[in-house]
């Protein structure tokens, strides 16, 4: 169905938003609906708490065809991508000599929440991704005694995209848990959880996804999660959530075992009124639109003799994020560079020594070389 992006997304004049690798924009529907929810707490408070189970309820369907889910029951709703990974962590319970396998461009979360494993088992090897085969870097680094694989889809500096199905059929063959953090690519493009074979698949609201922050969606197969012992309690957490009678209890089948307590309705309204655009408009779309702007960029960077492009140009080995540095500039000067473009209005960010651009569907990047041209000719670098 046709959706109109510039009334959705009504950008304050002269703003180039390119940062939804790190915070992205809200649509205008998540606004209305979230300035309706105050209103509604403000009037009447949880007098109509069925509808707010409802959105509840919708909004794991949301995230089910969002991921590729079999069934709502494999989606939790946490807080954020590192309490996911975390309660994977400590929910696997290690032996020594275990093998954890991630890559060396992983964001802190998927690097710290391994690390804090050293003394309980788990032997943690980081691949090199740099190389002309980022994936057969990161099985070779795969022994008998590898546990858990755990990647991000795609990696949150150089933008480079993985082949998940390839590491996904590796890791079923060898009884290998597979870990996706998808927090760069849910809500940017296509991602099938069943394809690449995940156990487990983690990712806050507020990048791609156009969400706010403290919600996140987590995955995990109804076997994954029997792998996991519990590491949060609470009345929410169990088979028969709201019986506050019932002395007896067993924790609930499905992935609501890990929400220990009352649930984030504020992000759930906000998240659930997001992802009905992605609804709206369908996947193959948003992602044609993303990889368009993605392509775009790649152009101009190659255009310009002092650019030198960071992130793969094969549509293949990248999604949103295109990162690039100055052939001229040292590391200190892109830190400077990158708060002049940012009080110029080029909303983006500096990671990697390089500057990272990360436009959603909706951006409109006509704008952006005479942007960065004042920017540059105003020297100071
Ligand atoms: C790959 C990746 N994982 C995780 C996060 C953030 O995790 P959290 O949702 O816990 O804030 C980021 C944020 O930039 C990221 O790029």
């Known amino acids: 169905m046709q959706v109109d992006l510039n009334n959705e997304f009504p950008h304050r004049h002269g703003l180039i938003y390119l940062n939804h690798a790190a915070v992205g924009v809200w649509p205008k529907r998540t606004a209305d609906t979230i300035k309706a929810f105050a209103e509604e707490n403000m009037r009447q408070g949880a007098a109509d708490y069925p509808h707010w189970m409802g959105v509840e309820r919708r909004l794991r369907k949301r995230l089910a065809w969002l991921v590729n889910a079999p069934s709502s029951d494999d989606i939790a709703l946490l807080k954020n991508t590192s309490e996911g990974l975390s309660l994977i962590a400590a929910g696997i319970s290690w032996q020594a000599g275990d093998r954890i396998v991630i890559s060396n461009q992983e964001f802190p979360s998927n690097r710290i929440v391994w690390q804090s494993l050293a003394g309980q088992g788990g032997e943690l090897v980081q691949a090199d991704l740099s190389g002309p085969d980022p994936e057969a870097a990161l099985l070779a680094a795969c022994n008998a005694r590898t546990r858990l694989l755990s990647i991000s889809s795609v990696q949150y500096a150089t933008g480079l995209r993985m082949d998940l199905e390839r590491l996904g059929r590796h890791c079923a063959a060898h009884g290998i848990l597979f870990c996706v953090d998808a927090i760069q690519s ?27 922050e403290g919600i996140a969606v987590f995955y995990a197969t109804p076997q994954a999660r029997d792998r996991l012992s519990l590491q949060q309690f609470g009345w929410h957490m169990v088979e028969q959530a709201g019986d506050f009678d019932q002395l007896e209890w067993q924790p609930a089948s ?29 996947m193959a779309a948003v992602e044609q639109l993303v990889m368009q702007k993605a392509a775009w960029l790649i152009t101009w960077i190659q255009s310009q003799p002092d650019l030198e492009l960071v992130t793969a140009a094969e549509p293949a080995r990248h ?26 209005g080029v909303i983006c960010a500096c990671r990697g020594g390089a500057i990272r651009f990360s436009p959603h ?21």
């Not at 849910?186 to 706010?212: E, I, N, S, Y």
């Not at 569907?361 to 670098?381: D, H, I, K, M, T």
């Open 186 to 212: 849910l809500g940017a493009v296509a991602f099938d959880a069943q394809a690449c074979r995940a156990d487990f698949v983690v990712a806050d609201a507020h990048k791609w996804m156009l969400g706010p």
């Open 254 to 282: 499905s992935a609501r075992r890990f929400e220990p307590g009352s649930p984030n309705t504020l992000g759930i309204h906000a998240l659930d009124a997001s992802l009905s655009l992605f609804e709206q408009m369908g």
């Open 319 to 344: 999604a949103g994020i295109i990162s690039f540095r100055c052939r001229d500039l040292d590391r200190a000067a892109h830190e400077r560079l990158y708060r002049a473009l940012m009080a110029a």
């Open 361 to 381: 569907c909706y951006a409109n990047l006509e704008p952006l070389p005479a942007a960065w041209q004042r920017v540059r000719e105003s020297g100071g670098f």
